[in-house]
């Protein structure tokens, strides 16, 4: 079984402030896990994966996680929050269990707001 | 990456009635799935449709309440059947492909969402 928790369903930071989005996973096998970000009024847009690799995994548009096996955590930062990074942000986990059968679980979502 | 459309993108429609989603993959893929984003809520899998056998619902999912089809590796439908406002949601639509992530050039599956069917029911 596995689940993951965001800490904070809503966060607010000024433009040019560092962004920080938690989330902790439990995971009973090796993870995988994901974050994905949402526009209003859109799909879902994959950010960033970690697959077993290097554990500091950098993303598009600035963004990028450290997995922590330790702290069985993922959190997804970013240096400097751009007016353009509100949106709404969920973190998932994945158990792959190889051919492409593995099932995402997503947290409840964090929704990004940025203050000029 | 794939890209993937969902027709319609939203309706409303009134309880009692039924409504038909279709989702298009640009390529073929072997596994698609369906998704339901309540408001304000996270992502919940409604089932997993692979092409040739029947779909395979998640706890809480009948297909009596969410028929689905997948005739080919491109296509899929999902069905809200008999619908009431609890049903007031949007379905996603996904697929999972093999490609290689941009930044990290590593191989592996990964998991692509269409824009999503914004559903009301009055």
């Known amino acids: 079984a596995q689940s993951v928790t965001q800490l904070g369903s809503h966060v607010s930071v000024s433009e040019g402030a560092l962004v920080l989005l938690r989330c902790n996973y439990s995971?009973?096998?090796?993870?995988?896990l994901f974050w994905y970000v949402q526009y209003p009024n859109q799909g879902l847009q994959l950010l960033l994966k970690y697959t077993s690799a290097a554990t500091l995994v950098k993303g598009i548009n600035g963004f990028e996680a450290e997995f922590k096996k330790s702290e069985t955590s993922f959190h997804l930062t970013k240096p400097s929050a751009h007016m353009s990074d509100a949106a709404e942000y969920f973190c998932?986990?994945?158990?792959?269990?190889?051919?492409?059968?593995?099932?995402?679980?997503f947290g409840k979502g964090t929704k990004l707001s940025v203050i000029p | 990456s794939a890209v993937i459309s969902q027709k319609p993108s939203r309706d409303i429609c009134q309880r009692g009635t039924s409504l038909t989603i279709q989702c298009q993959v640009d390529s073929q893929v072997t596994m698609m799935f369906w998704y339901r984003q309540q408001p304000g809520q996270s992502l919940t899998l409604i089932a997993t449709?692979?092409?040739?056998?029947?779909?395979?619902?998640e706890s809480g999912f009948v297909i009596d309440k969410f028929p689905i089809s997948r005739p080919n590796l491109t296509f899929s439908t999902l069905t809200v059947s008999n619908m009431s406002p609890e049903d007031s949601s949007i379905y996603l639509c996904?697929?999972?492909?093999?490609?290689?992530?941009?930044?990290?050039?590593?191989?592996?599956?990964?998991?692509?969402f269409g824009p999503g069917t914004r559903l009301t029911v009055t």
């Open positions: 995971s009973s096998v090796p993870p995988y």
């Open positions: 998932a986990v994945s158990a792959y269990s190889g051919a492409g059968s593995y099932q995402l679980t």
């Open positions: 449709a692979n092409q040739g056998s029947e779909a395979t619902y």
């Open positions: 996904s697929c999972t492909r093999r490609g290689r992530f941009p930044t990290s050039g590593v191989h592996s599956y990964e998991q692509y």
